[in-house]
């Protein structure tokens, strides 16, 4: 598949981190995109590996995760279609710090770092655009973890009075005069 039969700014477009961009920021940086095919099992990276890139799902699903020195694996995060991963490191110029694996033949789009420092060195708004779309993101994963906390708490809080219910009355005796 080649991007031409694809439409990575369509793509681009549906992720808060490119949701506010012009159409012709969104047209530079489609054109610093891969399509890359990933076979079920198979690494995109390593712990430790340099980020020159970030990537969307489009079909598939990639798992992020770490590893332990004995083997012991503890999964960060499971990637579908529409999101993307791998973006902090890219921006900060940092190794990856998961590893990342496909779990099912996989379609990505790699969204090349060079391609959007460049954008952001011709117009620092590019910058602020994104910053926009991050925080966006951020302030959904905040309520997605308010939300867990919030139905833990109240299933405790069920719990506690389904229990205090079932605990018997005290009886009240009276001694004898």
Known sequence: MKNAAFDVQQ????????SDLSLLER???????????????DMLFRAGQPCEAFYVVVSGQIKLYVASPTGQEKVIELIGPSHS?????GFMG????????????TLL??????????????DPRFALHMLAGISRRLHGLIQDVEGY????????????????AKVPKPVSATAPA
């Open 85 to 89: 991963f791998a973006e902090a490191m």
């Open 11 to 18: 793509l681009l477009s549906a992720l808060p981190l490119f």
């Open 149 to 164: 906390a919030l139905q833990a708490a109240c299933s405790a809080s069920s719990a506690t009075c389904c229990a205090m």
């Open 27 to 41: 047209e530079r940086i489609a054109q610093g995109c891969q399509l890359k095919r990933i076979a079920s099992a």
């Open 94 to 105: 940092s190794p990856h710090v998961v590893n990342a694996q496909a779990l099912s033949d």
């Open 109 to 122: 789009v790699c969204v090349s770092k060079q391609a959007v420092l460049n954008e952001v060195a011709r």
